[in-house]
T-cell receptor, first 114, second 117 residues
Framework: DTGVSQNPRHKITKRGQNVTFRCDPISEHNRLYWYRQTLGQGPEFLTYFQNEAQLEKSRLLSDRFSAERPKGSFSTLEIQRTEQGDSAMYLC????????????FGSGTRLTVV | AQTVTQSQPEMSVQEAETVTLSCTYDTSENNYYLFWYKQPPSRQMILVIRQEAYKQQNATENRFSVNFQKAAKSFSLKISDSQLGDTAMYFCAFMIPNTGTASKLTFGTGTRLQVTL
């Protein structure tokens, strides 16, 4: 069990560019979550996958955001045409089917849009 | 909608002393979970302790314990014998389990705890 892995740890991009983040959950965890954390705030839910199906999306997830989880393994979060307001920490978490607790979080990807 | 409020943006405690972090929440649900997460400078969110709402007994994990007051919708975290490694952001979080939805976490804004010598 190597935990939840997120790459890259840091990303600096120019406004208008597209960026993609990757999350590798714990292998036996079928549930995967993306959260966004802005400075001085707690994480906010973005989207949720159960296996490969994206079952819930927050209103925070504008049409510039897209997430995938092909084959129910790793997940990617893409932001198109980045804006300065997208600057935040993007956290991935996973948990197993049977537990109503025990989210395991990754260390996050910090995005800075300049 | 559920809300979680942490009214203490920053707190400081001396090593070996005890500190209590406050959290209140608002919900109309009867079955839910409450959590305290720690986020050190390394950024990874680590689960400190959890409490099921149907349990009257307060949860305890080593030096960490909670005071869960369901009627008052209060969920405070007590850290005993504080250690330098406890320095971190602490987030209170709420979850409604297994309703066929995401069982997502709703977080408060956090309390920054500094443990000093």
């Amino acid at each position: 069990d190597t935990g939840v892995s997120q790459n890259p740890r840091h990303k600096i991009t120019k406004r208008g560019q597209n960026v993609t983040f990757r999350c590798d959950p714990i292998s036996e965890h079928n549930r995967l979550y993306w959260y966004r954390q802005t400075l001085g705030q707690g994480p906010e839910f973005l989207t949720y996958f159960q296996n490969e199906a994206q079952l819930e999306k927050s209103r925070l997830l504008s049409d510039r955001f897209s997430a995938e989880r092909p084959k129910g393994s790793f997940s990617t979060l893409e932001i198109q045409r980045t804006e300065q307001g997208d600057s935040a920490m993007y956290l991935c978490a996973s948990r197993p089917r049977t537990a109503n607790y025990g989210y395991t979080f990754g260390s996050g990807t910090r995005l800075t849009v300049v | 909608a559920q809300t979680v409020t942490q009214s203490q943006p920053e707190m400081s405690v001396q090593e070996a002393e005890t500190v209590t972090l406050s959290c209140t929440y608002d919900t109309s649900e009867n079955n839910y979970y409450l959590f305290w997460y720690k986020q050190p400078p390394s950024r990874q969110m680590i689960l400190v302790i959890r409490q099921e709402a149907y349990k009257q007994q307060n949860a305890t994990e080593n030096r960490f314990s909670v005071n869960f007051q369901k009627a008052a919708k209060s969920f405070s975290l007590k850290i005993s014998d504080s250690q330098l490694g406890d320095t971190a952001m602490y987030f209170c979080a709420f979850m409604i389990p297994n309703t066929g939805t995401a069982s997502k976490l709703t977080f408060g804004t956090g309390t920054r705890l500094q443990v000093t010598l």
